[in-house]
């Protein structure tokens, strides 16, 4: 369509040329409220393991009695083989080495042994470790190899002071001493007894609770009573089932999933002779695999990073969103170990094992994402011995890339809110590659685009913490796509100003509303972030004006796109509704001037903002003086005079919203303008029934 300046006569133009009046959809759109629904997504009560405690039953050299081994067996405790050294020496490292194992996961716990223990050195170190951690979780870990099969009464094995016998130990006095919140793991055959007896304690425990308090001849004033029934278990097998005692495996399989999941995967995967024999023959006998689990741009770490992935995206896909949230973001170590506890379940159950939780999972063994880990190993372990003939550097797997394109094709398809996209949470792992991210981010940004669903997906996913931590990053290129990804976000959740000022993330958008050359689009985009940053928010509003808020804006209001100038105008009402400080800050640089020249804006919306912050400018002074006054009355002539009358509808709800301030401000003088009104009137009135009245003759 041709497009004419407003000088243009109309009446010269052909008909068909003419623009027709109000044709825009926000002409004849309803004007609605935001009615996004929020979801919670949002960790109330997220907490950390603060507190290990290393239970080992090993008894090195004594086999328990009611397991028959078969020959050769699985030795390896923590990759440990605790006959090539002697007892003691052996017990001890393969505790130092299950710590380590720990502390790659969780590297800030506190971490207590209890070797080959008695009932009371087990009670000391629970007790002492709930103390310790407070409201906080700790974890117990209890191997028990070396003893006999927990009990269908709910115990399980320690040994005497002098180890000629093997003591029970009462799960129900463990969950006491242990406390609430709490995390269990059981590496024993005939595990799932444990969990089993742990529930049926912790229901006896509630019942004698509230015996106790029906029963208390005074009302109950102590401590809460610890809520067992809401700790976790991770249990290595069912409860009538035995370890494998494959002696390719270690003995302590479920551990090895549980803590050094990427290298008990490999191991695993060559056994049946899956990968190459020059592969097999490199994991099998040295686990070379070159670089560092923290370290993405090696192998093992991106091998690590992979597998990070491919298992929060079959909970995603498979949990219920509640309990994902629950198991793996509430808490890092928690996460660590369901994760890892999803490849347990694949393995073991190759063996005939089924590992049992507390809360119980659904099966993932068969979920189709295992097959992408099985080929990114192999496409990573082709390249291994080259690599370690040092002849080729590593190159990075093709699988993050291979599911952006996965989901970029998804994102071509019509979606709905019903549709959830599977590789969601690989988007997010994304984020943490330079390599990806960019592609990453924009393919983010199109999913968000998508509605306030989808928002909530993302957010429900764990977007958050990823873009809130890609803030700090000072690459140009990124700007317009966290502007729009936080525009979103903010859209649907303005709660999130908090964090935002927190951290001074909050600058971001300021630096892109400020940059002259940043595209009006993007400008608007940061401008409405900062206005949701403000918005009844007071420590946003003190924030933004430290860092110059108002006079950016301001800068911006004679911008020639007009979204720009509304949503400036927006950001400026927000930032002094009932900020006297920021009223003040405008007045110094002429704002209530400036956003006169707004009120005579072609566009409607944009003289809507500018009522609208000239109403909150009014609505900003606690205190009154002469100046104050004066300003206030040249604003409310202004409205009254440029404004009151406007073809708008929308505008005249602004003036009517804005006046009432002024009539609170100056209700005295209108009451007694009123009055003197009413009284001219009555006179008037009297006179005329005066003439009017009948000359009386005499």
Known sequence: MLEFSCNEEALDLPDWYISIAFNHKRHSENIEGSNTNTQKWRMKDRMKTVSVALVLCLNVGVDPPDIIKTQPCARLECWIDPLSLVPQKALDSIAAALQKQYEKWQPRARYKHSLDPTVDEVKRLCTSLRRNAKDERVLFHYNGHGVPKPTSNGEIWVFNKTYTQYIPLSIYDLQQWMGAPSIYVYDCSCAGLIVESFKNFALQHEREFELLVNNSKTPYDGPPMPSYSSCIQLAACGATEILPMNPDLPADLFTSCLTTPVIIALKWLVLPDVLSENSVMIIIFGFRIPGQVSDRRTMLGELNWIFTAITDTIAWNVLPKETFQKLFRQDLLVASLFRNFLLAERIM??????????????????????????????????????????????????????????????????????????????????????????????????????????????????????????????????????????????????????????????????????????????????????????????????????????????????????????????????????????????????????????????????????????????????????????????????????????????????????????????????????????????????????????VRSF
């Not at 990806?436 to 983010?444: F, G, P």
Request: net charge negative; hydrophobic share 45%.
């Open 349 to 694: 159950r190759f063996y005939n094992c089924t590992p049992v939780s507390s809360p119980s999972l659904p099966s993932t063994y068969h979920h189709h994402m295992w097959k992408a880990w099985d080929f990114a190993v192999d496409t990573c372990l082709t390249q291994l011995p080259a690599i370690l003939k040092d002849t080729v550097t590593y190159s990075y797997s093709p699988f993050f890339s291979e599911q952006l394109t996965a989901f970029q094709v998804w994102l071509s398809h019509p979606q709905s809110p019903s549709s959830v996209p599977e590789q969601l949470p690989i988007v997010l792992q994304v984020l943490l590659s330079q390599v990806h991210r960019l592609r990453a981010l924009e393919l983010l940004s199109r999913f968000l685009d998508l509605g306030p669903w989808a928002v909530n997906l993302a957010l429900s996913v764990g977007i958050f913490p990823y873009v809130l931590k890609l803030l700090q990053s000072s690459a140009r290129e990124l700007r317009p796509l966290l502007v729009f990804i936080w525009a979103k976000v903010l859209a649907v959740d303005c709660t999130c100003q908090s964090d935002l000022v927190r951290d001074g993330s909050f600058k971001y958008f300021l630096a892109v509303l400020g940059e002259p050359y940043m595209p009006a689009e993007h400008r608007t985009m940061a401008a409405f972030c900062v206005s949701c940053i403000v918005s009844n928010y007071k420590p946003g509003q003190v924030a933004a004006m430290q860092s110059s808020v108002v006079s950016i804006c301001l800068e911006q209001l004679s911008d020639p796109n007009p979204k720009l100038r509304q949503w400036v105008a927006i950001c400026l009402g927000r930032m002094w509704n009932n900020y006297e400080q920021a009223r003040w800050c405008g007045v110094r640089d002429s704002a209530h001037e400036k956003l006169e020249a707004l009120l005579s804006d072609a566009n409607p919306e944009v003289r809507a903002a500018a009522v609208f912050a000239l109403g909150t400018f009014l609505n900003s002074t606690t205190e009154r003086t002469d100046h104050a006054n004066a300003i206030d009355h040249s604003i409310g002539m202004m409205l009254i005079n440029k404004v009151a009358n406007d073809g708008s509808p929308l505008v005249r709800q602004e003036v009517l919203a804005a006046l009432q301030w002024f009539l609170i401000i100056f209700e005295n003088q209108f009451v007694a303008v009123g009055f003197q009104y009413m009284e001219e009137e009555k006179a008037k009135e009297t006179s005329a029934n005066h003439l009017l009245a009948p």
